[in-house]
Every structure is written in structure tokens, then in C-alpha cells.
């Protein structure tokens, strides 16, 4: 199936710092979206970006399809940015369901 | 006004206990999922329902049935809980899934499983 990898596993920044994170996927994707698992465990869709450039805010996210990676940018960062960040990508099957292969995540402490 | 909900949001009980989780959207999707949580936080699906009938199905043990009363529904029952079943299980949900691209997923807010 799928390999989602995302790096770095771990990141620490002071408030106000950007961070890039990464997602790299093994095959040609029908979805892929980002989320946030904020310290109450609860999993917000930040963006739902198969491919392209999305801006929300402070974050936004590009999506090279035929590069096979995704990339999450965080600007001016919070503490509230606080938690994990989860990178998830469904194969473009034929005949299958839908199926999120999501990646190990980046751990992702804002500091003041 | 919420979109994806599950109750119960904590589920504490003993080993070889029969627990259910429900769910239920109200965003008119006709697909809806559960997904388990271990304690690395690694996520993985477990079902996949489209419109009452089950179209995925990873390898879960036959102690997890799912069941789906209509398409705004999609219940997990568990019987004889072990130790290792203790994880987040969340539900989710999206339009019909044969399109490209895919249509967004939803997800729960998350039923926190404890087996002691």
C-alpha cells in the first residue's frame, strides 16, 4: 500500500517562528489533507489539497502531485499551534473505497 | 451544529466486557469510517461503510462488528475486550468515494477506549 512519511518527527519553536513541515507519499494520490490533533486529542481538518496551494490564515499548504510530497508552512507561529500535525493520502485505486493513509505525524511544541 | 459526533467521548471497562461506540453526521455524507488510534498516536482505518453497506475492511479481528442502522449512522461493537484494543477510536465521514479526487473526510471528536 501507500508510504506516508512526514518530517521532522519533533519540532520545538519559540512564538512567532515559521516552521515548514513535510510529507512525502509513495504513489499518486485521489486526497490529501492535513490535520491538526490539538492536546485534547480532538483531529481538525486544516486543509483538504490533492494538489495546488491553499492559504488559511497563518498556515497554508502546496501539494506537487507529480513530485509526490506536500508541504505545511506555519507562519508566526503560537502557542495554540501546539500538537500534532498529521499528513494523510488516499492512492488513486480503481474499485477501492475511500482510505486515508495517514503519516507518524510531527510533534510540534510552540514555546513562549 | 456539529457535523461528526460519538458517544461515549471515554469508555473505562475490563477485559472480556462487549462495549459499543456510536455515531452519527449530519452533513449528508453517504460514507463513514472508523479509525483506530494506538498509543504511538499512529492512525490506521478499520471499516469503511457507503451507504449501509460495508466496503472496507482491513484486517480488524471478528470481535469488532460494525453497523451501519442507515447512512447517518455508523455504531462499533466490540466484543470480548482485551488489553490491546485500549485506544482513540474515531469515526469519519465523507461524500460518496469513487470521484477524482477523492471527496474530504471528517472526523469525530474520538471515544477514549480503556480496557483494565
Known amino acids: 500500500g501507500i508510504q506516508v512519511e512526514q518530517s521532522p518527527p519533533d519540532l520545538i519553536l519559540q512564538e512567532g517562528a515559521n516552521s515548514t513541515l513535510r510529507c512525502n507519499f509513495s504513489?499518486?494520490?485521489?486526497?490529501l489533507q492535513w490535520f491538526h490533533q490539538n492536546p485534547w486529542g480532538q483531529l481538525i481538518n486544516l486543509f483538504y489539497i490533492p494538489s495546488g496551494t491553499k492559504q488559511n490564515g497563518r498556515l497554508s499548504a502546496t501539494t506537487v502531485a507529480t513530485e509526490r510530497y506536500s508541504l505545511l508552512y506555519i507562519s508566526s507561529s503560537q502557542t495554540t499551534d501546539s500538537g500534532v500535525y498529521f499528513c494523510a493520502a488516499q492512492p488513486i485505486l480503481t474499485g477501492g473505497g475511500n482510505k486515508l493513509t495517514f503519516g507518524t505525524g510531527t510533534q510540534l511544541k510552540v514555546e513562549l | 451544529d456539529t457535523a461528526v459526533s460519538q458517544t461515549p467521548k471515554y469508555l473505562v471497562t475490563q477485559m472480556g466486557n462487549d462495549k459499543s461506540i456510536k455515531c452519527e453526521q449530519n452533513l449528508g455524507h453517504d460514507t463513514m469510517y472508523w479509525y483506530k488510534q494506538d498509543s504511538k498516536k499512529f492512525l490506521k482505518i478499520m471499516f469503511s461503510?457507503?451507504?449501509?453497506?460495508?466496503?472496507i475492511n482491513e484486517t480488524v479481528p471478528n470481535r469488532f462488528s460494525p453497523k451501519s442502522p442507515d447512512k447517518a449512522h455508523l455504531n462499533l461493537h466490540i466484543n470480548s475486550l482485551e488489553l490491546g484494543d485500549s485506544a482513540v477510536y474515531f469515526c469519519?465521514?465523507?461524500?460518496?468515494?469513487?470521484?477524482?479526487?477523492?471527496?474530504?473526510?471528517?472526523f469525530g471528536p474520538g471515544t477514549r477506549l480503556t480496557v483494565t
Open positions: 504513489d499518486s494520490v485521489n486526497n
Open positions: 469519519a465521514s465523507s461524500q460518496v468515494g469513487y470521484s477524482t479526487p477523492a471527496y474530504e473526510q471528517y
Open positions: 461503510y457507503n451507504n449501509k453497506e460495508l466496503i
